[in-house]
């Protein structure tokens, strides 16, 4: 039982990493590392526009922490594969298992790491090690998995960002999404051995040994005897993780806002709860990404849990070791987090490097773009005097009612039609630089456009229609009107778009770009139009 002395709550909010809302960094943020000592931050999307600017709000962040009395600078964590620009991106990780070269992956990792260094985010929730075991493919190879895993976490490593190999021990052979119910996987301990933890274990014992390791919200019944979800068993953390694979690093949850644990009505036991159990079973730090609320809940039900001696405050502080070993090598101090650098340095500074990642971004994107049948058929001849049909799908997540201007498209009948999304016009402007073209967004509640003779060729881009059936539903009726014209499908997220589909071989073209970017769709495009030769490879089997 320990009494809440400053320094045992300074202590507590060692392990937690929280995010926020906004571009700037906001009062609850501001409350959090001030008034609660929250020793992590997480970056998302929503808080990045440039990277100057995530540059101005990671050193507003420290400097909070330095005048609120932090011992040591944050953990700056962010969800990102593949750097900070989203206007020059790098590939992600399919994109880089698509390319067969381990190299590329290190590569791209160092230069990734480079990007992420420069703004002050020292933590990045990668790489995934997930073996994708289910019936879609038979043939997967762990090995394969460890090998492109440990090439992007020693890159990471080696520029001074901690990767953060996830979701342990395996989130590979489950259809079931985290984020909205518990997945159940039921496998035996030497089941998992010879696939799922093979990664793991690479990364564990490698050299040097991974930074973090994040366990993921699945049940795993045949290991621990019950659904609990791994990030708070400790069978999983304490037993399978430290205990029997002899790990010593930094363990942190995915995010407890994750229906898997926050719903109750999933079985889950509420964030407040699982932050204090995933603490219990061994995690070093609790992640809640979203809700104020949450956030003070959850430090408060571990205040609690130390002051009554539910949680042994010896256990949090051999636990705070770990993660002050990794702020040493990964953080270090706070001349180093707050450099004296005024914001055209660091602006020059950042251009340089750009440049720089250019020609590896550029070439690394050819070498992953992939044609699954077809070749035969590539490039397109397209006659000048006739245009091609870019078809593209609604981006489902948004909302219809307020579509973006940049992404609003109207049909011939000046009807406002759903929003594009930014990358799909990247994509519309890389394919108008080769041919006469019309873009047409098409969703699931409209009907197909008459096809005139003046179309020469159609290219048809699928987005996770394995999931959205619709998609296909609409490719039908359009390959129905197109039986002279060549028409080229494009898988522009997971390859699984057109499974048992077969049949299309002799009319189609079929491509992969494993990510919907505006490098990846600038390769596509010099595939099919310039004649680039496809050097990638769909990396799993379909």
């Given at each position: 039982?320990?009494?809440?002395?400053?320094?045992?709550?300074?202590?507590?909010?060692?392990?937690?990493?929280?995010?926020?809302?906004?571009?700037?960094?906001?009062?609850?943020?501001?409350?959090?590392?001030?008034?609660?000592?929250?020793?992590?931050?997480?970056?998302?999307?929503?808080?990045?526009?440039?990277?100057?600017?995530?540059?101005?709000?990671?050193?507003?962040?420290?400097?909070?922490?330095?005048?609120?009395?932090?011992?040591?600078?944050?953990?700056?964590?962010?969800?990102?594969?593949?750097?900070?620009?989203?206007?020059?991106?790098?590939?992600?990780?399919?994109?880089?298992?698509?390319?067969?070269?381990?190299?590329?992956?290190?590569?791209?990792?160092?230069?990734?790491?480079?990007?992420?260094?420069?703004?002050?985010?020292n933590w990045v929730y990668s790489p995934v090690a997930d073996v994708n075991s289910d019936s879609r493919n038979p043939v997967i190879d762990p090995q394969e998995v460890a090998q492109y895993a440990s090439s992007?976490?020693?890159?990471?490593?080696?520029?001074?960002?901690?990767?953060?190999?996830?979701?342990?021990?395996?989130?590979?052979?489950?259809?079931?999404?985290?984020?909205?119910?518990?997945?159940?996987?039921?496998?035996?301990?030497?089941?998992?051995?010879?696939?799922?933890?093979?990664?793991?274990?690479?990364?564990?014992?490698?050299?040097?040994?991974?930074?973090?390791?994040?366990?993921?919200?699945?049940?795993?019944?045949?290991?621990?005897?019950?659904?609990?979800?791994?990030?708070?068993?400790?069978?999983?953390?304490?037993?399978?993780?430290?205990?029997?694979?002899?790990?010593?690093?930094?363990?942190?949850?995915?995010?407890?806002?994750?229906?898997?644990?926050?719903?109750?009505?999933?079985?889950?036991?509420?964030?407040?709860?699982?932050?204090?159990?995933?603490?219990?079973?061994?995690?070093?730090?609790?992640?809640?990404?979203?809700?104020?609320?949450?956030?003070?809940?959850?430090?408060?039900?571990?205040?609690?849990?130390?002051?009554?001696?539910?949680?042994?405050?010896?256990?949090?502080?051999?636990?705070?070791?770990?993660?002050?070993?990794?702020?040493?090598?990964?953080?270090?101090?706070?001349?180093?987090?707050?450099?004296?650098?005024?914001?055209?340095?660091?602006?020059?500074?950042?251009?340089?490097?750009?440049?720089?990642?250019?020609?590896?971004?550029?070439?690394?994107?050819?070498?992953?773009?992939?044609?699954?049948?077809?070749?035969?058929?590539?490039?397109?001849?397209?006659?000048?005097?006739?245009?091609?049909?870019?078809?593209?799908?609604?981006?489902?997540?948004?909302?219809?009612?307020?579509?973006?201007?940049?992404?609003?498209?109207?049909?011939?009948?000046?009807?406002?039609?759903?929003?594009?999304?930014?990358?799909?016009?990247?994509?519309?402007?890389?394919?108008?630089?080769?041919?006469?073209?019309?873009?047409?967004?098409?969703?699931?509640?409209?009907?197909?456009?008459?096809?005139?003779?003046?179309?020469?060729?159609?290219?048809?881009?699928?987005?996770?229609?394995?999931?959205?059936?619709?998609?296909?539903?609409?490719?039908?009726?359009?390959?129905?009107?197109?039986?002279?014209?060549?028409?080229?499908?494009?898988?522009?997220?997971?390859?699984?778009?057109?499974?048992?589909?077969?049949?299309?071989?002799?009319?189609?073209?079929?491509?992969?770009?494993?990510?919907?970017?505006?490098?990846?769709?600038?390769?596509?495009?010099?595939?099919?139009?310039?004649?680039?030769?496809?050097?990638?490879?769909?990396?799993?089997?379909?």
């Amino acid at each position: 039982m320990a009494s809440l002395s400053d320094e045992v709550k300074r202590e507590i909010g060692q392990h937690f990493v929280y995010g926020f809302h906004g571009h700037q960094v906001s009062d609850d943020i501001k409350t959090l590392i001030r008034d609660y000592h929250l020793g992590s931050v997480l970056l998302m999307k929503r808080n990045v526009l440039n990277a100057k600017q995530v540059r101005n709000i990671v050193r507003e962040l420290q400097s909070i922490a330095k005048e609120s009395g932090h011992q040591k600078p944050l953990l700056i964590g962010i969800d990102q594969e593949n750097g900070i620009d989203r206007a020059q991106p790098l590939p992600g990780a399919m994109a880089l298992a698509a390319t067969g070269n381990p190299d590329i992956a290190y590569q791209v990792s160092v230069a990734t790491a480079e990007e992420l260094k420069m703004v002050g985010i020292n933590w990045v929730y990668s790489p995934v090690a997930d073996v994708n075991s289910d019936s879609r493919n038979p043939v997967i190879d762990p090995q394969e998995v460890a090998q492109y895993a440990s090439s992007v976490a020693r890159g990471l490593t080696s520029c001074g960002v901690a990767p953060s190999v996830k979701h342990f021990p395996g989130h590979g052979d489950t259809h079931v999404d985290s984020h909205l119910a518990l997945p159940v996987i039921k496998k035996s301990r030497s089941q998992l051995e010879a696939t799922e933890l093979v990664p793991f274990d690479d990364l564990i014992h490698g050299t040097p040994p991974v930074a973090s390791v994040m366990v993921g919200h699945m049940a795993l019944p045949c290991l621990t005897g019950d659904n609990t979800p791994a990030s708070l068993s400790p069978k999983i953390t304490k037993e399978l993780l430290r205990g029997q694979m002899g790990y010593d690093g930094v363990v942190v949850t995915d995010c407890l806002e994750m229906d898997a644990v926050a719903e109750p009505l999933q079985g889950g036991c509420g964030v407040e709860e699982g932050a204090l159990r995933s603490l219990l079973a061994g995690a070093d730090v609790a992640m809640v990404c979203h809700t104020f609320e949450r956030h003070i809940g959850s430090i408060e039900r571990v205040y609690a849990a130390v002051e009554s001696g539910e949680l042994p405050y010896s256990e949090l502080v051999a636990s705070g070791r770990r993660i002050a070993k990794m702020k040493g090598a990964f953080v270090r101090g706070w001349d180093d987090v707050l450099p004296a650098e005024t914001e055209e340095t660091f602006q020059t500074k950042w251009d340089e490097l750009k440049k720089a990642h250019l020609e590896l971004s550029r070439a690394a994107y050819r070498k992953s773009s992939a044609v699954v049948w077809g070749t035969e058929k590539l490039p397109l001849k397209v006659d000048e005097k006739k245009e091609v049909l870019l078809f593209t799908p609604t981006m489902e997540s948004l909302n219809r009612a307020v579509d973006d201007p940049e992404g609003a498209l109207r049909d011939r009948s000046g009807r406002l039609r759903n929003t594009a999304g930014a990358s799909y016009l990247a994509l519309a402007s890389e394919v108008q630089k080769c041919v006469t073209m019309r873009h047409i967004v098409y969703s699931s509640d409209e009907e197909v456009e008459n096809i005139t003779s003046d179309v020469g060729a159609i290219v048809f881009v699928l987005r996770n229609a394995d999931r959205s059936v619709w998609q296909n539903d609409y490719l039908k009726k359009v390959l129905v009107q197109s039986t002279d014209i060549p028409v080229v499908l494009l898988a522009s997220c997971g390859p699984y778009d057109l499974i048992g589909q077969e049949d299309l071989r002799e009319k189609t073209v079929f491509m992969a770009s494993f990510e919907f970017t505006r490098n990846a769709f600038e390769a596509f495009v010099g595939v099919v139009f310039d004649g680039n030769e496809a050097q990638g490879r769909v990396p799993v089997s379909i």
